[in-house]
Each structure stands twice: as C-alpha cells, then as structure tokens.
C-alpha cells in the first residue's frame, strides 16, 4: 500500500505561484503514474494534471495548461506540481493519487489516494 502526503499549498495572490509537492511511501511508487485533483467548496473534483511512471509523458486540464507543469523525481518517491499565473478559480483542495497503470484523468483508475493541501487564491 502506497502511502501519499502533500504539501506546499497555502494562501497566495491572484497572479502569484505555489508549488505542491507528493510524498509517497512504498517501494512500487516509481512503478505508477500520478495524479492530481482538486475539489472546490460545492463542486465535484476535477482532474488537473497526470504524469507517466517515468515521467515521459504528462497531461493537463484545459483550464491549468500553459499555467502549472507536473514532475516527478522517483529516487525521492516525490511528484510537484508547479503552479503558476494563479487565479481565484483555482482555490480548492488539491490531491494527489497514485497506482494507476497509464496518466489519466479518470479518478478511478488511481488506487491511492492523499489527505489533500488547502490552496486559496486572493483577487
């Protein structure tokens, strides 16, 4: 069982960045792509980023893309997520997960899933 933290999130301006990280315990973690999710207060969660077990391939929402970029370092069991030219609308709870075979959008192809890091953005 993998085992996901995140972190990095926090309240920032309108315009601004924060970089959220993925800490992941357990030795197959290398193994699976990773994703990020995020959930805004009374709306569904939504896909934002995924990235392949060895990070040659990535994929974005629409709504994200040109603004964040997904990593991931496998000898630091670690996936980022870069956010920059934030906007009020991305305010929401971030998550990672991991365990999928393939970087998807789909949440329910990912087995493991983290706790969440609050992100605010301030107009």
């Known amino acids: 069982q993998v085992q996901l933290v995140e972190s990095g999130g926090g309240l920032v301006q309108a315009g601004g960045s924060l970089r959220l990280s993925c800490a992941a315990s357990g030795r197959t973690f290398s193994s699976y792509a990773v994703g990020w999710f995020r959930q805004a207060p009374g709306k569904e969660r939504e896909f934002v980023a995924a990235i392949s077990w060895g990070g040659g391939s990535a994929g974005y929402a629409d709504s994200v893309k040109g603004r964040f970029t997904i990593s991931r370092d496998n000898a630091k069991n670690t996936v980022y997520l870069q956010m920059n030219s934030l906007k009020p609308e991305d305010t929401a709870v971030y998550y990672c997960?991991?365990?999928?075979?393939?970087?998807?959008?789909?949440?329910?192809?990912?087995?493991?899933w983290g706790q969440g890091t609050q992100v605010t953005v301030s107009s």
């Open positions: 997960a991991s365990g999928s075979r393939r970087a998807t959008m789909r949440s329910y192809e990912y087995e493991n």
